[in-house]
């Protein structure tokens, strides 16, 4: 049983930056793909990044790449998102997950956080 928290949410003015980490605990961290999804009020939790659990591959939404990086540190067992050049329609909960396979597919996950504000304001 793996259990993910996620931190450094916040306010950030449009075309800031702000990096979340989520910390992993309860498993084998260097064994799970991890991901990072987001939520904006009245929609669907979509796939924002992922990445492998060698940290050898990344993966992206076209709505992010080029402005977010995913990272891994896994010997602090904890995953980041760097998130650069933010935009309003940035602004939701993000959640980091744990899984079996890299993938941009919420089934794929095992794991879950709680979620991370995330606001972005004009």
């Known amino acids: 049983q793996v259990q993910l928290a996620e931190s450094g949410g916040g306010l950030v003015q449009a075309g800031g930056s702000l990096r979340l980490s989520c910390a992993a605990s309860g498993g084998t961290f260097r064994r799970y793909a991890m991901g990072w999804f987001r939520q904006a009020p009245g929609l669907e939790r979509e796939f924002v990044a992922a990445i492998a659990y060698s940290g050898g591959g990344s993966y992206y939404a076209n709505s992010v790449k080029d402005r977010f990086t995913i990272s891994r540190d896994n010997a602090k067992n904890t995953v980041y998102l760097q998130m650069n050049s933010l935009k309003l329609e940035d602004t939701a909960v993000y959640y980091c997950?744990?899984?079996?396979?890299?993938?941009?597919?919420?089934?794929?996950?095992?794991?879950w956080g709680q979620g991370t504000q995330v606001t972005v304001s004009s």
């Open positions: 997950a744990a899984g079996a396979v890299v993938a941009g597919l919420e089934e794929k996950y095992d794991y």
